[in-house]
């Protein structure tokens, strides 16, 4: 999700001096899936390790198809109800 943008966005910059725009949108998801599929699993394992009691058979990526469409979702239905709004900067 949002942390894992952060951090790939932060890798990108130091590596490369390029942000998510320089690289577009779906080559910037390619990255952030590289970084999943590279990282995903020293979380999860250091969750095991802290004790959390969590079924991790049941873990998901947020940014997988269907949780950026309910996140999409989401986020549309709370601008449509006017409790969020998109500012220009």
């Known amino acids: 999700g949002i942390a894992t943008q952060a951090v790939v966005e932060k890798k990108l910059w130091r590596d490369e001096k390029k942000t998510r725009h320089d690289l577009g949108r779906e080559k910037f998801l390619d990255r952030v899936w590289e970084w999943k599929n590279e990282k995903g699993n020293t979380i999860l394992n250091q969750l095991r390790r802290l004790g959390a009691s969590v079924d991790h058979s049941r873990s998901v990526f947020t940014l997988d198809e269907i949780r950026s469409q309910a996140v999409t979702h989401a986020f549309v239905t709370m ?9 220009t900067r």
């Open 79 to 87: 601008f449509e109800m006017g409790i969020i709004y998109r500012k």
